[in-house]
Every structure is written in C-alpha cells, then in structure tokens.
C-alpha cells in the first residue's frame, strides 16, 4: 500500500505550484488568482529510498519498483465553503478519499502574490480550514444521527453502536474541537474510520516559506511549529519555488542546486518521511534478479497482513517468512552472506515486520 495525502489549503498560499513539483507535471494551473484548481488534480511519485537502490545493486536486480505515494491536489477553501462560499463544499467530498490531509500555509510576504483575506497569518489560515471542515463534518453527523434515531428505536444494535461513536465526535466539534482529538478505543477504530469525518484525518502543515528561508523557516514558520506540537500534529517548512525549480532538473542539477540553497535534501523527501511518521507507517522490500522492490505497511503489521500487501493469496496461504534485516543484508553482501552469518530468521504468523525487512514469504498456493 501507498497512501494518499490531501493538499488543501486557502487561494494562493502555492499549494498547486506545490502539487506541480511534487509530482513533476503540469496537471494542476498554478496561477495567481483564486480557485484555478477547479477539480481535484491526483498525481503519484515514487517514494525515495535509497535503501532499495542499494538492495537492488547487491541483488543485481534488473527492475526496481519503489513505492509510492499519491497526492490530491484540492481546490482552494475559503471561509464560508461549508456554507457554499467561493466554491462550495463541492471539494470536501475529495477530502474523505484521502489517509492524511496536508495544509498549505502561506509563511512568505510578496506583494505580487495576493493573499484571498489581505494579510500574511498562517496560523488564521490554519484556523479558517479547520473551521470549515469541523463545520462541515458536524453537519454530516447530526444528518446522520437523525437518520439513525429510527433504527435504534427498532432495536438496531449496529446503529446505536454507530450514534455512540457520531455522538462523542458530535460533542467534540460543537466544543470547537476537531474529531481526532476523540479518545477511540482500539475495538472502536474500524467503525470510526468508517464515519469518514474530514477532521478525524491526520494532519500535516506544510510552511511554505520564501527561498532563501527554506533551510531555516522564518516567524511565520515557527509558529506553525508550536502549533503542531500543541496539536499532535506534523509539520515540516518547504519552498514551493525552490520545489518547482527542482523538478525541472536532472540528479546532479537538483543536487548541486540544493547544496547551494543550503538544503540536504528535496522538500519531497521531508514531505513524505514526515506523511509516514505522520501515519506510523513503514517499508519492507522484496529484493532478487528480477526485482527489487519496496512495500508500504503500517508500523506493527503482522508477516501475513504484510504478505497481504503483495497478494491476498499469500496471506491467506501464509506458512512463513525468511527475513533479513537491511543492515544485515548489506553487511552480508546478499542474502547468502546474511544466511552464512547467521542473520536470516524464519518467522511465523505472529512476526511484528520491522521497518527495512528484506521478506522473502512461503505460502500455499
């Protein structure tokens, strides 16, 4: 599995620009007036991971198959679109299809850029999202609620399962707070999930700072930080300009231009490392002659659930796994070396994947 990470954010604060770099294509306009996202642009990328590289070398597989991530770009909100504002809540929809939400936040001044509200506050920006969405999923609870209130008079236990867990979110918002800050027991998880609330998603605030900040974040970007400390929430500072730029350049380009920027590293790989840790999720790899390949799981998923990621047959055929921790396989030089030196394991059904794996499963067909 891959995830897929909603980019929404207010008119103008280069959330599209953003999009645009990311997945290397022109498929979202990124200009300067509002709602020039009129549908929700969908690209994917390959997730980097050098590790998988590194494997694919000492296995010296012909193909290598990383994973990847999807990203949604959504039309910008603005205040009111839960009641029809702009361009409605026609967009909020897409919202629902995705595993984590990513807000934009405008963290530069530029007076050729005009901000939809006059002014430069991210921390309001990130307020007037939240509202909207907080809106917006308490009008859906309380419509459904109401379209409950039969069943459970009829004795529905599954219904009055569903109102208890759409009454604690119900209280939650009405206190102005977001439906993730609900304590849900584990038992309770699946069924919460199903309610799809626009605010139980995780959240990522992307600072979007002005190049020559990039390295360092500004004000701007440092209140974003405590913001998303005090939350819970992830957060990490980008220059969508310095992004575009990188696109448009091949690996030596990117690199050099990156060293002279003062950055270590693409705003992409900082966008999705912090998307997983966001997530708790993790790789394995599945690595031969043929193919090297990498597989996202969540952090404590059991071998045949990981097996599952690759085919439903092999986790329903599950007998074992050969492993090879990553380190182990590199120091081994390849899975013979690693089983020399005594660092292959042949794990069961209750084998906790670990971050890096090198899986190799026996199932029955």
């Not at 103008?12 to 997945?23: E, I």
Request: proline share 3%; hydrophobic share 45%.
């Amino acid at each position: 599995m891959g995830f897929r990470m909603g980019i929404v954010g207010l008119p103008n604060v280069g959330k599209s620009t953003l999009f645009n770099a990311l997945t290397r294509t022109a498929a979202a306009q990124a200009a300067n007036f509002p709602f020039c996202t009129i549908e929700p642009n969908v690209g994917e990328v390959a997730v980097p991971d050098q590790r998988l590289y590194t494997l694919a070398g000492i296995a010296g597989s012909k193909q290598i198959i990383p994973t990847r991530i999807t990203f949604v770009d959504i039309a910008g909100l603005v205040k009111g679109a839960s009641k029809g504002e702009g361009l409605g809540n026609q967009f909020l929809a897409n919202i629902r299809e995705v595993d984590a939400i990513a807000h934009v936040l405008r963290c530069f001044e530029d007076g050729d850029v005009t901000h939809v509200e006059g002014r430069v506050d991210p921390l309001a920006d990130a307020d007037t999202i939240e509202t909207e969405l907080m809106i917006a999923d308490l009008e859906s609870v309380e419509k459904r609620l109401a379209n409950l209130s039969r069943k459970i008079n009829a004795g529905d236990k599954q219904a009055k399962e569903d109102a208890r867990l759409m009454t604690a979110a119900k209280e939650a918002l009405e206190a102005g707070r977001p439906a993730r800050t609900v304590d849900v027991a584990d038992d309770d998880r699946k069924a919460w999930n199903m309610l799809q609330l626009l605010t139980a998603k995780p959240v990522l605030y992307v600072c979007n700072v002005a190049e020559d900040e990039a390295a360092t974040g500004n004000d701007y970007s440092a209140q974003v930080a405590k913001m998303a400390e005090e939350q819970g929430a992830g957060h990490v500072v980008i220059s969508a300009k310095i992004e575009e730029e990188i696109s448009q350049l091949d690996a030596g380009e990117a690199e050099m231009f990156l060293s002279e920027m003062g950055l270590e590293e693409a705003g992409l790989d900082r966008l999705i490392r912090a998307g997983y840790d966001l997530l708790g999720l993790q790789t394995y790899f599945t690595v031969g002659p043929k193919e090297a390949r990498a597989w996202t799981i969540r952090q404590g998923t059991l071998a045949p659930a990981a097996a599952g990621v690759i085919h439903g047959d092999f986790e329903r055929g599950f007998i074992r796994a050969e492993t090879v921790a990553y380190d182990d396989y590199v120091a081994g030089n390849g899975e013979a070396g690693a089983r020399e030196a005594g660092k292959l394991r042949v794990e069961g059904k209750s084998y906790e994947v670990k971050d890096g794996d090198v899986l190799h499963f026996l199932f029955n067909a």
